[in-house]
């Protein structure tokens, strides 16, 4: 029997501005269904870069994409994958759309701009809200909600689109340390229950050895791609950050 194919699939994918500085270098690699990957390296290592090439914003200079096995550059279904950038939570105090207006409008990625909502769309909004722990907060300004709070909103609008991918961008900053075990319980839970496959990227190194499945590891080409803990040792720290780097964990009281 044919195994499953890979929803995101690169082969050996290479990326340059019009300076020619190499940004990626020969990227191979694929995320299967129902996977939870956590992707780290250090600032300038490309990891942005390399998220705009799967969500199709630009496309590599070498190498191919697939896409739900189609190549990047014929992929229409983009509600497929959903996305939520940085610095989400900064919104503007004075951010002027409820809970429910901002959530309602990620439901235009798979509708269209000019379709009329129907009530199969009004239910994967609601469901979108109810997963993401923020129906209470339906009419509530955005604005006013706490960084935890308003990362949730993000998260539900991306969700009401109904993707099978989620990616997210350094989700938790301007989320406070208190509410960071609360928000990667969350994220388990979509993975785990709604069998959403996840790819978020952090520096927060300790955090992706404990709550991803697997983990890439990149610094402009692919320095590691397996198991957190199989991974995340001292020598490939070091091989991303430079010498004198360690793994603290969150836990640690020294």
């Known amino acids: 029997m044919k195994s499953e194919e890979p929803y995101i699939e690169l082969n050996n994918v290479s990326f340059s501005y019009e300076n020619d500085t190499p940004v990626l270098e020969d990227l191979s690699f694929a995320v299967n269904k129902g996977e939870y990957l956590g992707i780290i390296g250090p600032n300038g290592g490309g990891k942005t870069t390399l998220i705009k090439i799967i969500l199709g914003l630009i496309h590599p200079t070498e190498g191919t994409v697939q896409l739900f096995?189609?190549?990047?550059?014929?992929?229409?279904?983009?509600?497929?994958?959903?996305?939520?950038?940085?610095?989400?939570t900064q919104t503007d105090k004075e951010f002027p759309a409820t809970v429910y207006e901002a959530v309602r409008t990620g439901r235009i990625a798979r509708l269209g701009f000019f379709e009329r909502f129907t009530k199969k769309d009004i239910d994967a909004i609601e469901h979108a809200m109810e997963i993401s722990g923020i129906a209470r907060y339906r009419d509530t300004l955005v604005g006013n909600l706490s960084g935890g709070e308003r990362q949730r909103v993000f998260i539900a609008r991306a969700l009401a689109g109904?993707?099978?991918?989620?990616i997210l961008d350094e989700p938790t900053v301007g989320v406070?340390?208190?509410?960071?075990?609360?928000?990667?319980?969350?994220?388990?839970?979509?993975?785990r229950d709604q069998n959403l496959t996840i790819i978020f990227i952090s520096h927060d190194v300790d955090a992706v050895s404990q709550e991803t499945k697997t983990v890439l590891c990149l610094n402009h080409n692919l320095v590691c791609h397996g198991l957190p803990h199989d991974l995340l040792n001292e020598h490939i720290l070091e091989r991303l950050y430079g010498k004198h780097s360690k793994l603290l964990s969150h836990d640690n009281k020294e």
Request: aromatic share 14%; charged share 30%; net charge negative.
């Open 69 to 88: 096995g189609k190549d990047s550059h014929d992929f229409k279904d983009k509600y497929r994958i959903g996305y939520v950038p940085q610095r989400v």
């Open 162 to 166: 109904e993707p099978e991918v989620l």
């Open 176 to 191: 406070d340390i208190g509410a960071q075990k609360t928000f990667y319980d969350f994220l388990a839970s979509l993975n």
